[in-house]
């Protein structure tokens, strides 16, 4: 009874268009006084907990990071460095803003940024070439998908956060994924190229690659500061978000110069809007999850689902098609906070390895991120690329079977998010 009031609440404050912080707030709250036993402060101290969480601080700071890039120049020198590199190949231009989606990914840690700040260069670039309009949104739409699952991402922040995972393990294991979705998406572009003889430029000499690569040195250094300092033991991962944030302000205003003194202020208003924002949803979800935990619901569930003797591959198969629900109907952070404290009890005892749950969850949430009706990449690809959200959404459709064969993938070869980990921190 307690758990269907609980759930049901949040469905119908949810289809009620209340925000989904406040939702997540009135639900634990009436669940709380009708059916549980503590009283009204314990809420209030575990939403002032929900601040005082250390992996938490890491998000803020990624953040204003991402924010200082996006503001200066950092994306257009890492285009220029990714298109120097792939121009060109037949095709090019596409596989070239899918490689800066994966270079300014590990340095925003987030996919609508990632989006704006390569789709705004990139889709008017490809569409001078020759290309359509609506090809070069989906491609940028599904690489700016990345941001969530290249290291830094803020969604692997709040996961390891809420369910006490090493946030560093869980960066190191999106590498490879990262790397491959990267991959699996140019070769796809390639042969689409060849079939349907997209543009390609002249031959880009290496004199060319140099000059751009010198000038996205400074941007493609934070990757190297960040995660070079987590695995190097330099800095935690809550640090190396500190560390990216002063990082990124520098090289904003003092190097690039894209910055000046007097635009700072608007960049850390606009950082501090969208934090407020999440902290608040985080906030919110701690309290949901402390109605979760002391009325039992996940010990409920999990009886539940070992009494169905249910092996690993079939439960895997269960939370995909939750998280792909989930992620249809609200953005991943909430999607994370809510179920991952339902979920993550079940994959222990399952025997399922804390960090390659986590790695399936953001690769879940990336689809999450191009599925109407609340995917946020298409409704800032729409607004990038002039298209109606229609529109965006008939161009990302056709890459959710390559999204969702690489979900596949991700959740039955294990070693493709472990093997780094076990690598480099002798899990």
């Given at each position: 009874?307690?758990?269907?009031?609980?759930?049901?609440?949040?469905?119908?404050?949810?289809?009620?268009?209340?925000?989904?912080?406040?939702?997540?707030?009135?639900?634990?709250?009436?669940?709380?006084?009708?059916?549980?036993?503590?009283?009204?402060?314990?809420?209030?101290?575990?939403?002032?907990?929900?601040?005082?969480?250390?992996?938490?601080?890491?998000?803020?700071?990624?953040?204003?990071?991402?924010?200082?890039?996006?503001?200066?120049?950092?994306?257009?020198?890492?285009?220029?460095?990714?298109?120097?590199?792939?121009?060109?190949?037949?095709?090019?231009?596409?596989?070239?803003?899918?490689?800066?989606?994966?270079?300014?990914?590990?340095?925003?840690?987030?996919?609508?940024?990632?989006v704006v700040a390569v789709g705004s260069i990139t889709i008017a670039g490809m569409v001078s070439a020759g290309y359509s309009r609506a090809y070069a949104t989906g491609v940028v739409t599904n690489a700016g998908t990345l941001g969530i699952l290249i290291p830094p991402s803020i969604v692997m922040v709040v996961?390891?956060?809420?369910?006490?995972?090493?946030?560093?393990?869980?960066?190191?294991?999106?590498?490879?994924?990262?790397?491959?979705?990267?991959?699996?998406?140019?070769?796809?572009?390639?042969?689409?190229?060849?079939?349907?003889?997209?543009?390609?430029?002249?031959?880009?000499?290496?004199?060319?690659?140099?000059?751009?690569?010198?000038?996205?040195?400074?941007?493609?250094?934070?990757?190297?500061?960040?995660?070079?300092?987590?695995?190097?033991?330099?800095?935690?991962?809550?640090?190396?978000?500190?560390?990216?944030?002063?990082?990124?302000?520098?090289?904003?205003?003092?190097?690039?110069?894209?910055?000046?003194?007097?635009?700072?202020?608007?960049?850390?208003?606009?950082?501090?809007?969208?934090?407020?924002?999440?902290?608040?949803?985080?906030?919110?979800?701690?309290?949901?999850?402390?109605?979760?935990?002391?009325?039992?619901?996940?010990?409920?569930?999990?009886?539940?689902?070992?009494?169905?003797?249910?092996?690993?591959?079939?439960?895997?198969?269960?939370?995909?098609?939750?998280?792909?629900?989930?992620?249809?109907?609200?953005?991943?952070?909430?999607?994370?906070?809510?179920?991952?404290?339902?979920?993550?009890?079940?994959?222990?005892?399952?025997?399922?390895?804390?960090?390659?749950?986590?790695?399936?969850?953001?690769?879940?949430?990336?689809?999450?991120?191009?599925?109407?009706?609340?995917?946020?990449?298409?409704?800032?690809?729409?607004?990038?690329?002039?298209?109606?959200l229609t529109q965006v959404i008939r161009a990302s459709l056709p890459w959710l079977v390559l999204l969702l064969g690489f979900l596949v993938v991700v959740t039955y070869i294990p070693a493709i998010s472990l093997f780094l980990p076990e690598l480099m921190l002798n899990r």
């Amino acid at each position: 009874m307690t758990v269907t009031f609980l759930i049901g609440a949040l469905l119908v404050f949810l289809a009620m268009r209340v925000p989904v912080a406040i939702s997540l707030g009135l639900a634990s709250v009436l669940t709380l006084l009708l059916f549980g036993d503590q009283s009204l402060l314990s809420l209030a101290q575990r939403f002032n907990h929900a601040t005082e969480v250390y992996p938490l601080l890491a998000v803020p700071f990624f953040i204003l990071a991402g924010t200082f890039l996006t503001s200066g120049g950092v994306a257009r020198r890492l285009i220029a460095f990714a298109t120097a590199i792939t121009g060109w190949i037949r095709g090019g231009l596409a596989m070239g803003s899918v490689l800066a989606c994966m270079l300014f990914a590990a340095v925003s840690g987030s996919s609508p940024a990632t989006v704006v700040a390569v789709g705004s260069i990139t889709i008017a670039g490809m569409v001078s070439a020759g290309y359509s309009r609506a090809y070069a949104t989906g491609v940028v739409t599904n690489a700016g998908t990345l941001g969530i699952l290249i290291p830094p991402s803020i969604v692997m922040v709040v996961y390891g956060a809420i369910t006490e995972t090493s946030v560093g393990a869980l960066f190191i294991a999106g590498v490879i994924p990262g790397l491959l979705l990267t991959t699996a998406m140019m070769t796809v572009i390639y042969f689409l190229a060849r079939r349907d003889n997209l543009p390609k430029r002249d031959a880009t000499s290496w004199r060319e690659v140099v000059r751009t690569g010198r000038e996205a040195f400074w941007g493609l250094l934070l990757i190297a500061i960040v995660l070079g300092g987590i695995y190097g033991g330099v800095f935690t991962p809550t640090e190396a978000a500190a560390v990216s944030a002063v990082y990124a302000l520098l090289i904003a205003v003092l190097v690039y110069r894209d910055i000046g003194p007097r635009e700072i202020p608007d960049v850390l208003v606009r950082g501090a809007r969208v934090t407020t924002m999440l902290m608040f949803i985080v906030a919110n979800a701690y309290l949901f999850a402390f109605v979760l935990t002391t009325e039992q619901i996940p010990q409920e569930i999990s009886q539940a689902v070992l009494a169905a003797e249910l092996p690993p591959w079939a439960f895997l198969i269960l939370v995909n098609v939750i998280l792909l629900v989930a992620g249809n109907l609200m953005d991943p952070t909430s999607v994370v906070l809510i179920l991952a404290p339902i979920i993550f009890p079940l994959a222990m005892n399952l025997g399922i390895d804390p960090v390659h749950l986590g790695i399936i969850m953001v690769v879940n949430m990336e689809i999450g991120m191009v599925t109407p009706p609340v995917g946020l990449n298409l409704f800032v690809a729409s607004g990038v690329s002039n298209l109606s959200l229609t529109q965006v959404i008939r161009a990302s459709l056709p890459w959710l079977v390559l999204l969702l064969g690489f979900l596949v993938v991700v959740t039955y070869i294990p070693a493709i998010s472990l093997f780094l980990p076990e690598l480099m921190l002798n899990r």
